[in-house]
C-alpha cells in the first residue's frame, strides 16, 4: 500500500498515520484482534522501536488462536518501516518549511528596509493615514511641517495640518485620489507654506489607507508670482520695453513700445530693433551698439525717431542678458521720448541764460542809474542858473536824454526781475510822435515810415517803457519784413468799441480783456508777409524767423499787450505785407486832465533851513545830492558809508531833521545803519535811495519805520517833492 505525503505539519501527519494503521490492523485482524485494547496499541506507536513491544502487547491481548499469526509479524513490520518513512518525510518538509518562512520573512524584511530607506531619502514628503490620523510620515514630510521628530505627528489628525478655509473639501478630495492639488498647508508653528498633493489609496492589513506625497513649492509659487509680476511691470510699463534675441530681433514688445513705434505689438515681433529708428544693421552706430553689447556691456545714447517736425528724440539703453555660460543670448531694450524733456531742458537752459543776462542787466541798469544820477542832477542844477537860450536848449536836451536813459535802465530792471512798471495815463498818438526820431533810425534807409495819427485821443493807462517796446518791436518787425528791397511802414492809431465775439476772434487775447472802447496802435508793412505756419508759431517764446539770438520777439509783445488787458490782431498773406493792431482799454478821463492831476503834488516847499544828513558811498551822487538840497534851502551833512553817517547822527543828534540813505555800502550797508539810527533817534525821518526799484529795495525795510524811498536817478523837483511829503508835517 503506498500513501502520498499529505500538505500538512508533521503533529497532524503523526495523527493521520496512526488512524491509518489502525484501520489496517483492525480490518486485517477483525476476527482476532477484537480483543486488543485501543489504548495500548496507541501508547505503543508513541514509543520509538516498538514493534516487539507492539507484538507482544497484541499477543497478550488476543484471546484464541488465528490463522495468519505466523504472518502478522511481517505485515506489522512492513506497515511500521512504511509509517516510519512518512514520518520522515514528513520531518523534512517540515523543516523546509520552516526554512521557506524564514526566508521570506528575512526577504519581506530586507524589502521593508529598502523601501523605508527610499522613503527617507526622497525630498518629498511622503505620509500614510487611516482614519484621518498620522500613521508613518517620512523625514522629508517631518521637516516640511516643522517637527524635530516624526513621533510629534504620529496620530494627530491630518486637516489640522491643512489650512482651515478649506480643510474640509480638501481632505475629501484626498480621501477619494482626485488628481494633483495645490493647497496652502500649516506648519506646527502655525505658519504657512504652499504644497503639491498626490493621493491614492491602498489596503493595509485589511484596514483602507491613503498614501500622501507632499512637495513644498512655496518658491515655485512665489517665482511665478515674481515672473507675473515683472511681466505685468513689463506690460504696463509707460517706457517702451522690447526684449531682443542675440542678433537684435525683437521677441516681445510691451504696449508702450507699439505706441511709441505705431504700431501693435504683434507688428514688432520679428523685427529688427535697429530698423525702428530708421538705422540698418550695418549702420556705424548700430555696429557701435552691437559691439558693446556682445561684450556684455550696456549702451546708452540718443537716437532720432522720424524726420522733420515730426521727429521725435529716444533715449535708448541696451543691456544684454547672458546664459549659464556668459554668452548673449537676449537683448533688453528700453526707449524712453524724451523730446518735450529736451525741450523743456532747453526753454530751462534758455530762460537760466536769460536769468543770468538779467542779473547782468540788473547790476549794469543800478550804476547807470547811479551816473544818471550825476548827470541829471547837475544839469538841472545848471539849467536854473543858465541865461542862455543855446545853453539852456542844451540842458534840456541833456536831462530829456537821461530821463529816456533812466527809462531804459527801469525796462532793464523790470527785464532782470528787480523792477516795477509804473502805469500812467498817456496819449497814444503824442507816444508815438515822441518816438519819431528814434523810429526813423531804427529801421532801414530803403524803408519809408509813414504816420496817420488820430488826435484828442482818450488816454491809455499803460507803463510808458513797455508800450515804447512794443511800438518798436512791431516797426522793426514791419522793416526787416522788406528782406532789404523798398518799402513802406505805416503806424496809425485810432479808437473804437469791441463787444465781445469781435474780442474772441483776436490773435492772442485771453479773458482779461473785457468789451468796452480801446485805443487801437497798427503798424502795417508791404513787406514778404507771412504763411499759415509762421503766423501759428508767432507767438511762440523764443521763435523768430530772423538770425537766432534776436531777442524775445512778439512772445514779449503779447505778454505786454495781455498785461495791460489788451489784444492783438493780425492780418497777413505770403507776398501781400503784414497789419498788426494793438488794442488797449481807453481811460476814463482825457491824457490831459489825469496829466494834470499827477502834477498836483510835488510842488517846491519853503523848507528853508532843514538839515538834511546824505549818506552814499559815491562821492558823486552827495556831492549833486548836496548841491540840490543847498539849491534849494537846506543845510546838508554829507557821510561816506553807514559808520560815517551814525558818528554824524551823534554828533548832530538834534540838529538833523532827515536821513537820505544809500542801500549799498561798504562797512556798514543801509540795512544796519538804518536800525542803529533808529536806536539812536527813534524819531528820525529816513529816506532810502537806491537804483533798484521800491519793492525789491524796501524788502527788508517793511514794517521797520521808514519815512519813504526815492528811485535813483532823480531830479531836483523829484527830490524836493519827496521831502515835501515827507516833513511837510513840520
Given at each position: 500500500?503506498k500513501?502520498r505525503?499529505?500538505d500538512?505539519?508533521?503533529?497532524?501527519?503523526?495523527?493521520?498515520?496512526?488512524?491509518?494503521?489502525?484501520?489496517?490492523?483492525?480490518m486485517?485482524?477483525?476476527?482476532?484482534?477484537?480483543?486488543?485494547?485501543m489504548?495500548?496499541m496507541?501508547?505503543t506507536l508513541k514509543s520509538?522501536?516498538?514493534?516487539?513491544?507492539?507484538?507482544r502487547k497484541i499477543?497478550?491481548?488476543?484471546s484464541?488462536?488465528?490463522?495468519d499469526?505466523?504472518?502478522?509479524?511481517v505485515?506489522?513490520?512492513e506497515?511500521?518501516?512504511?509509517l516510519?518513512q512518512i514520518?520522515?518525510?514528513?520531518e523534512?518538509?517540515?523543516?523546509?518549511?520552516r526554512?521557506?518562512?524564514?526566508e521570506?520573512?528575512q526577504?519581506?524584511?530586507?524589502?521593508?528596509?529598502r523601501?523605508?530607506q527610499l522613503?527617507?531619502?526622497?525630498?518629498?514628503g511622503v505620509g500614510v493615514?487611516r482614519h484621518g490620523?498620522?500613521r508613518?510620515?517620512?523625514?522629508?514630510?517631518?521637516?516640511?511641517?516643522g517637527?524635530?521628530d516624526e513621533?510629534?505627528?504620529?496620530?494627530?489628525a491630518?486637516?489640522?495640518r491643512?489650512?482651515?478655509?478649506?480643510?474640509?473639501?480638501?481632505?475629501g478630495?484626498m480621501?477619494?485620489?482626485?488628481?494633483?492639488?495645490?493647497?496652502?498647508?500649516l506648519?506646527?508653528?502655525?505658519?504657512?507654506?504652499w504644497?503639491?498633493l498626490?493621493?491614492?489609496q491602498?489596503?493595509?492589513?485589511g484596514?483602507?489607507?491613503?498614501?500622501?506625497v507632499m512637495?513644498?513649492i512655496t518658491?515655485?509659487?512665489?517665482?511665478?508670482e515674481?515672473?507675473?509680476?515683472?511681466?505685468a511691470?513689463?506690460?504696463?510699463?509707460?517706457?517702451s520695453?522690447m526684449i531682443?534675441?542675440a542678433?537684435?530681433?525683437v521677441?516681445l514688445?510691451?504696449?508702450?513700445a507699439a505706441?511709441?513705434f505705431?504700431c501693435?505689438?504683434?507688428q514688432?515681433?520679428?523685427r529688427?530693433a535697429?530698423a525702428?529708428?530708421?538705422?540698418e544693421?550695418?549702420?556705424?552706430?548700430?555696429?557701435?551698439?552691437?559691439?558693446?553689447?556682445?561684450?556684455?556691456q550696456s549702451?546708452?545714447?540718443?537716437?532720432?525717431?522720424g524726420?522733420?517736425e515730426?521727429?521725435?528724440m529716444?533715449a535708448?539703453?541696451?543691456?544684454?542678458?547672458?546664459d549659464a555660460h556668459?554668452?548673449?543670448?537676449?537683448?533688453?531694450?528700453?526707449?524712453?521720448?524724451?523730446t518735450?524733456?529736451?525741450?523743456r531742458?532747453?526753454?530751462?537752459?534758455?530762460?537760466?541764460r536769460?536769468?543770468s543776462?538779467?542779473v547782468?542787466?540788473g547790476?549794469?541798469a543800478?550804476?547807470?542809474?547811479?551816473?544818471?544820477?550825476?548827470i541829471?542832477?547837475?544839469?538841472?542844477?545848471?539849467?536854473?542858473g543858465a541865461?542862455d537860450n543855446v545853453v539852456?536848449e542844451?540842458?534840456?536836451v541833456?536831462?530829456?536824454t537821461?530821463q529816456?536813459?533812466?527809462?531804459l535802465?527801469?525796462?532793464m530792471?523790470?527785464y532782470s526781475g528787480?523792477g516795477q512798471?509804473v502805469?500812467?495815463?498817456l496819449?497814444?498818438?503824442e507816444?508815438?510822435l515822441?518816438?519819431v526820431?528814434?523810429?526813423?533810425i531804427?529801421?532801414?534807409?530803403n524803408?519809408q515810415?509813414?504816420y496817420e495819427?488820430?488826435?484828442a485821443?482818450?488816454a491809455?493807462?499803460?507803463?510808458?517803457?513797455?508800450?515804447r517796446?512794443?511800438?518798436?518791436?512791431l516797426?522793426?518787425n514791419?522793416s526787416?519784413?522788406m528782406?532789404?528791397?523798398?518799402?513802406?511802414?505805416v503806424v496809425?492809431t485810432?479808437?473804437a468799441?469791441l463787444?465781445?465775439k469781435a474780442?474772441?476772434?483776436m490773435d492772442g487775447?485771453d479773458?482779461t480783456?473785457l468789451?468796452?472802447?480801446?485805443?487801437w496802435?497798427e503798424?502795417?508793412?508791404n513787406?514778404?508777409g507771412?504763411?499759415?505756419?509762421?503766423r501759428?508759431?508767432?507767438f511762440?517764446?523764443?521763435?523768430t524767423?530772423?538770425?537766432?539770438?534776436?531777442?524775445?520777439?512778439m512772445?514779449a509783445?503779447?505778454g505786454?499787450?495781455r498785461g495791460?488787458?489788451g489784444v492783438?490782431?493780425?492780418s497777413?498773406?505770403p507776398?501781400?505785407?503784414?497789419t498788426?493792431r494793438?488794442?488797449l482799454p481807453?481811460?476814463?478821463a482825457s491824457a490831459?486832465?489825469?496829466a494834470?492831476?499827477?502834477e498836483e503834488v510835488g510842488?517846491?516847499p519853503?523848507?528853508h533851513g532843514?538839515?538834511?544828513?546824505v549818506v552814499d558811498d559815491?562821492?558823486?551822487?552827495?556831492?549833486v545830492?548836496a548841491?540840490m538840497?543847498?539849491?534849494?534851502?537846506?543845510?546838508?551833512?554829507?557821510?561816506?558809508?553807514?559808520m560815517?553817517?551814525?558818528a554824524?547822527?551823534?554828533?548832530?543828534?538834534?540838529?538833523i531833521?532827515c536821513?537820505?540813505l544809500?542801500m549799498?555800502?561798504?562797512?556798514?550797508?543801509g540795512?544796519e545803519a538804518?536800525?542803529?539810527m533808529?536806536?539812536?533817534?527813534?524819531?528820525?525821518?529816513?529816506?532810502?535811495?537806491?537804483?533798484?526799484?521800491?519793492?525789491?529795495?524796501?524788502?527788508?525795510?517793511t514794517g521797520k519805520?521808514?519815512?519813504g524811498?526815492?528811485?535813483?536817478?532823480f531830479?531836483?523837483?523829484?527830490?524836493?517833492?519827496?521831502?515835501?511829503?515827507i516833513?511837510?508835517?513840520g
Amino acid at each position: 500500500m503506498k500513501l502520498r505525503m499529505p500538505d500538512f505539519d508533521s503533529d497532524h501527519a503523526a495523527t493521520i498515520s496512526r488512524a491509518l494503521v489502525e484501520n489496517a490492523l483492525r480490518m486485517r485482524s477483525m476476527a482476532f484482534l477484537s480483543q486488543v485494547k485501543m489504548s495500548l496499541m496507541l501508547d505503543t506507536l508513541k514509543s520509538d522501536g516498538g514493534s516487539l513491544s507492539y507484538m507482544r502487547k497484541i499477543k497478550n491481548s488476543v484471546s484464541g488462536n488465528f490463522d495468519d499469526w505466523v504472518t502478522l509479524p511481517v505485515k506489522i513490520s512492513e506497515e511500521a518501516r512504511e509509517l516510519q518513512q512518512i514520518t520522515l518525510t514528513m520531518e523534512r518538509r517540515r523543516e523546509e518549511l520552516r526554512s521557506f518562512l524564514a526566508e521570506q520573512t528575512q526577504a519581506l524584511r530586507k524589502s521593508e528596509s529598502r523601501f523605508r530607506q527610499l522613503f527617507d531619502l526622497i525630498p518629498d514628503g511622503v505620509g500614510v493615514y487611516r482614519h484621518g490620523c498620522w500613521r508613518y510620515l517620512n523625514p522629508a514630510a517631518v521637516a516640511m511641517f516643522g517637527a524635530s521628530d516624526e513621533r510629534r505627528l504620529i496620530d494627530t489628525a491630518v486637516i489640522d495640518r491643512l489650512c482651515p478655509e478649506n480643510a474640509a473639501l480638501l481632505a475629501g478630495q484626498m480621501e477619494m485620489s482626485k488628481g494633483v492639488f495645490e493647497e496652502r498647508l500649516l506648519r506646527l508653528d502655525g505658519s504657512e507654506f504652499w504644497g503639491e498633493l498626490r493621493s491614492c489609496q491602498f489596503d493595509d492589513q485589511g484596514t483602507p489607507s491613503v498614501l500622501l506625497v507632499m512637495r513644498d513649492i512655496t518658491r515655485r509659487k512665489q517665482s511665478a508670482e515674481r515672473i507675473h509680476l515683472l511681466h505685468a511691470a513689463i506690460m504696463q510699463s509707460d517706457e517702451s520695453v522690447m526684449i531682443l534675441d542675440a542678433a537684435g530681433v525683437v521677441e516681445l514688445a510691451n504696449p508702450a513700445a507699439a505706441r511709441l513705434f505705431d504700431c501693435t505689438p504683434e507688428q514688432l515681433a520679428g523685427r529688427m530693433a535697429a530698423a525702428l529708428c530708421g538705422g540698418e544693421s550695418g549702420k556705424a552706430l548700430c555696429d557701435r551698439i552691437d559691439e558693446c553689447v556682445q561684450n556684455g556691456q550696456s549702451w546708452n545714447g540718443e537716437l532720432t525717431l522720424g524726420e522733420g517736425e515730426d521727429a521725435r528724440m529716444i533715449a535708448r539703453r541696451v543691456s544684454p542678458v547672458l546664459d549659464a555660460h556668459g554668452r548673449v543670448c537676449h537683448q533688453i531694450v528700453v526707449d524712453r521720448d524724451i523730446t518735450e524733456e529736451r525741450r523743456r531742458l532747453d526753454r530751462m537752459e534758455h530762460v537760466q541764460r536769460l536769468e543770468s543776462l538779467g542779473v547782468l542787466a540788473g547790476g549794469i541798469a543800478h550804476d547807470l542809474n547811479n551816473l544818471l544820477t550825476v548827470i541829471m542832477g547837475h544839469t538841472a542844477v545848471a539849467r536854473t542858473g543858465a541865461s542862455d537860450n543855446v545853453v539852456l536848449e542844451s540842458l534840456q536836451v541833456i536831462e530829456a536824454t537821461g530821463q529816456r536813459a533812466a527809462e531804459l535802465c527801469n525796462q532793464m530792471l523790470a527785464y532782470s526781475g528787480k523792477g516795477q512798471f509804473v502805469v500812467r495815463p498817456l496819449d497814444l498818438s503824442e507816444l508815438v510822435l515822441d518816438m519819431v526820431r528814434l523810429l526813423e533810425i531804427s529801421i532801414a534807409k530803403n524803408v519809408q515810415l509813414r504816420y496817420e495819427l488820430a488826435t484828442a485821443l482818450p488816454a491809455v493807462e499803460v507803463d510808458l517803457s513797455q508800450i515804447r517796446q512794443v511800438i518798436m518791436n512791431l516797426v522793426i518787425n514791419a522793416s526787416e519784413s522788406m528782406d532789404g528791397g523798398n518799402g513802406e511802414v505805416v503806424v496809425a492809431t485810432g479808437e473804437a468799441t469791441l463787444e465781445g465775439k469781435a474780442l474772441q476772434e483776436m490773435d492772442g487775447g485771453d479773458d482779461t480783456a473785457l468789451p468796452g472802447r480801446y485805443i487801437w496802435l497798427e503798424v502795417r508793412d508791404n513787406g514778404c508777409g507771412m504763411d499759415a505756419v509762421t503766423r501759428q508759431r508767432l507767438f511762440e517764446p523764443f521763435f523768430t524767423t530772423k538770425f537766432t539770438g534776436r531777442g524775445l520777439g512778439m512772445s514779449a509783445t503779447l505778454g505786454i499787450v495781455r498785461g495791460h488787458r489788451g489784444v492783438i490782431r493780425i492780418s497777413s498773406l505770403p507776398g501781400q505785407g503784414t497789419t498788426f493792431r494793438v488794442w488797449l482799454p481807453a481811460a476814463a478821463a482825457s491824457a490831459e486832465k489825469l496829466a494834470a492831476q499827477a502834477e498836483e503834488v510835488g510842488l517846491r516847499p519853503e523848507l528853508h533851513g532843514r538839515s538834511i544828513l546824505v549818506v552814499d558811498d559815491e562821492e558823486a551822487i552827495r556831492s549833486v545830492a548836496a548841491l540840490m538840497l543847498e539849491h534849494a534851502g537846506f543845510r546838508v551833512w554829507q557821510a561816506a558809508d553807514g559808520m560815517e553817517a551814525i558818528a554824524q547822527l551823534e554828533a548832530h543828534r538834534d540838529d538833523i531833521d532827515c536821513v537820505l540813505l544809500d542801500m549799498t555800502m561798504p562797512r556798514m550797508g543801509g540795512e544796519e545803519a538804518f536800525g542803529e539810527m533808529r536806536r539812536i533817534r527813534p524819531d528820525i525821518r529816513v529816506v532810502l535811495c537806491s537804483g533798484y526799484d521800491q519793492e525789491t529795495a524796501t524788502l527788508h525795510f517793511t514794517g521797520k519805520g521808514l519815512a519813504g524811498f526815492l528811485q535813483k536817478p532823480f531830479t531836483p523837483a523829484q527830490l524836493i517833492a519827496r521831502l515835501h511829503e515827507i516833513m511837510g508835517d513840520g
